[in-house]
C-alpha cells in the first residue's frame, strides 16, 4: 500500500519541496490547515504513516487518539510542546524535530536584538525620519565591552550565542543545570545559579525550551533580581516570560529595554502594552527565517519522517519510545 504523510501546517502556502520528496519516494502526502483538520482527520490523517507538525499547530490527544499507522510525528522546527508527546510514546510513536537547525539564524537574530536595544537603533532612526538630528537625546546607553551577558539554558543555539557575544568583550555566564560543567569550561563559559545569573546579567538571554517546569519563570520577583538599566531577550517561547509582569517592570523602568521574537499569543492583539513600549523591540517570530534554514528544514523533516516510515530511527528523538506499535 502506498505510504501516507500528513503535514499540518497554517505558515507555509506551498510545500513544493515537499512534494518533489515525497512523490521522488512514492509517498501520498495531504497539507492540511486549522479549519479543515477535523475532516481531514477522517479522511486522511487518521491512516498516516508520519505526521509532519509545523511548530505552532497542535497535534493532541484528539488527532494521536485516531492514529491507526502512524511511526513518527515531526515538528517542523525546534520546538515540540504542540505535540502531546505523552500520548505519542503511549501509542508507540516517535516524537521527533530538528534540533540543531537554524542555531546560525537564531543566534544571529539574537545578537541583532541585543544591539538595537543597547545601542537604541530604532529610537535613533526615529529621531532622524522626524528631522532631527541629536546624538545626546537618549537614555544612557552603556559600552558592552566588559559587560556581563547571561544565558538562561546553554543548548546549541546559546553555545552559538556566547561564541559571538565575546567577540564585544563581554563576560558570559550560564545556567543549565542539564548541561554538564565541562561543556561551559570548553567556551570559557563561567556557569551560575539561576539567582546568580539573574544578579549578575547586564544582558539577559533566554534560550529555554517551553516546559511545565519554564513555563512562566521569568516572573516579577526574577525581573526584580535583575540589576536596574538590564536589558532581556527572547528567541526562544513566549510563554518563559510572564508579559503582565514584564510590563510592569518596564513602567517602573527598571529595565532598560526588551527584545522580544515571541510572545505567548502569536500573533498578539493590538492593544498588547508591549507592542506600544518605547523601549522594547518586537519581530513576528522571525529569528529561524533565512532562505537556506528553510529549505534545510523543509528538505531534512521529510527525509527523517521517510526514515521512520521504511523502519529506520530517525534523528533527534525526543521520547523513549521502546517498542514499535
Keep these: 500500500m502506498v505510504k501516507k504523510v500528513w503535514i499540518l501546517d497554517d505558515e507555509w502556502f506551498t510545500h513544493e519541496l515537499e512534494e518533489e520528496i515525497y512523490t521522488k519516494h512514492g509517498i501520498e502526502y495531504k497539507v492540511t490547515r486549522s479549519e479543515s483538520v477535523k475532516d481531514d482527520l477522517e479522511t486522511f490523517g487518521k491512516d498516516a504513516d508520519g505526521i509532519v507538525a509545523q511548530v505552532g499547530f497542535p497535534c493532541g490527544e484528539e488527532i494521536i487518539s485516531r492514529l491507526t499507522k502512524c511511526k513518527i510525528i515531526a515538528s517542523s522546527g525546534v520546538g515540540f510542546n504542540h505535540i502531546d508527546m505523552k500520548r505519542a510514546t503511549e501509542k508507540g510513536i516517535y516524537v521527533t524535530n530538528m534540533a540543531d537547525y537554524c542555531i546560525g539564524e537564531v543566534s544571529d537574530h539574537t545578537i541583532a536584538l541585543a544591539l538595537v536595544v543597547a545601542r537604541r537603533l530604532r529610537a535613533y532612526n526615529e529621531q532622524v525620519r522626524n528631522g532631527d538630528w541629536n546624538p545626546l537625546d ?18 546549541r543555539i546559546a553555545k552559538e550565542v556566547a561564541k559571538k557575544f565575546k567577540v564585544f568583550g563581554v563576560h558570559v555566564i550560564a545556567h543549565d543545570k542539564f548541561v554538564p560543567k565541562k561543556a561551559f569550561v570548553e567556551l570559557g563559559v563561567e556557569s551560575v545559579s539561576l539567582d546568580e545569573l539573574l544578579e549578575r546579567s547586564n544582558i539577559l538571554s533566554l534560550h529555554v525550551p517551553l516546559t511545565g517546569e519554564t513555563e512562566g519563570m521569568i516572573n516579577y520577583e526574577r525581573l526584580k533580581q535583575l540589576e536596574k538599566g538590564s536589558i532581556i531577550i527572547n528567541t526562544c517561547r513566549g510563554a518563559i516570560v510572564m508579559e503582565d509582569d514584564l510590563i510592569r517592570v518596564m513602567k517602573e523602568r527598571h529595565l532598560a529595554g526588551v527584545g522580544l521574537d515571541v510572545l505567548m499569543e ?25 532562505v537556506e534554514s528553510e529549505y534545510e528544514l523543509r528538505s531534512r523533516t521529510s527525509l527523517n519522517v521517510i526514515r521512520a516510515i521504511e523502519g529506520e530511527v530517525p534523528e533527534f528523538v525526543l521520547n523513549d519510545v521502546k517498542q514499535r506499535a
Design 266 to 290: 502569536e500573533p498578539p492583539k493590538e492593544d498588547l502594552e508591549l507592542l506600544h513600549m518605547d523601549e522594547v523591540y518586537v519581530t513576528p517570530h522571525s529569528s529561524y527565517v533565512s
Design 138 to 155: 537618549t537614555l544612557p546607553i552603556r559600552r558592552l565591552q566588559g559587560r556581563t551577558v547571561g544565558l538562561l539554558g546553554f543548548g
